[in-house]
Structure formats: structure tokens, C-alpha cells
Nanobody
């Protein structure tokens, strides 16, 4: 399976921005995704991006978050703007279909009010 490494998390005040990165160990031609898991909640899809560049966002992050991918660098990004405390959680990168999905180790995002 492809190895995924996330980075870019941290502590930010409400209204601030962060940019997450996820580097894959090899070229990924399938859909890549960002998920997040808040304390005490189930993991949820934040955004995904297909190999053709098509994107999908959770309603809660629309117009605030932007997912992108650089196939040359085997990297996807998540630009997060106008962050709120509700965005706090561990953000995970994922690649591949549900039946053969690779996951990163996660990066913590904490938004203070």
C-alpha cells in the first residue's frame, strides 16, 4: 500500500488559516481525500479530489477550504481559511477506494476561540 505522510497542522486562532500537506510514497492515480475526527466523534470526510481534478466538499467546509493536488510531487493539499473551533480535530489523508484505502497517521488541528 502507498504510504501517506501529513503535515501542516497546529494551533491557530478562530478566523485564521492553515495549509495541510499530504505526501504519498508513490504516484496515486485514484481519488485522494482529507478526513477529520473531532474528539468523541466519528471520522468524517472533509474533501476529496479525483485524478481528473474533480472535487467534493463537506457542506460545513464549502467556500472555506480548498483541496488541490500536485501529481508531479505526489502531494495533496488542504487550504483551510476562516477556521472555527468546530474545525478542531485530527486530519487524515487517504488514498484509494474504500475496499483498499491507505491512511496517513494524521495531523492535529486545534482552533482556539
Amino acid at each position: 500500500q502507498v504510504q501517506l505522510v501529513e503535515s501542516g497542522g497546529g494551533l491557530v486562532q478562530a478566523g485564521g488559516s492553515l495549509r495541510l500537506s499530504c505526501v504519498a510514497s508513490e504516484s496515486v492515480r485514484s481519488t485522494m481525500s482529507w478526513y477529520r475526527q473531532a474528539p468523541g466523534k466519528q471520522r468524517e470526510l472533509v474533501a476529496d479530489i479525483r485524478s481528473d481534478g474533480g472535487k467534493n466538499y463537506a457542506v460545513s467546509v464549502m467556500r472555506r477550504f480548498t483541496i488541490s493536488r500536485d501529481n508531479v510531487k505526489n502531494t495533496i493539499y488542504l487550504q483551510m481559511n476562516s477556521l472555527t473551533p468546530e474545525d478542531t480535530g485530527v486530519y487524515y489523508c487517504a488514498a484509494g477506494p474504500a475496499w483498499s484505502r491507505s491512511w496517513g497517521q494524521g495531523t492535529q488541528v486545534t482552533v482556539s476561540s
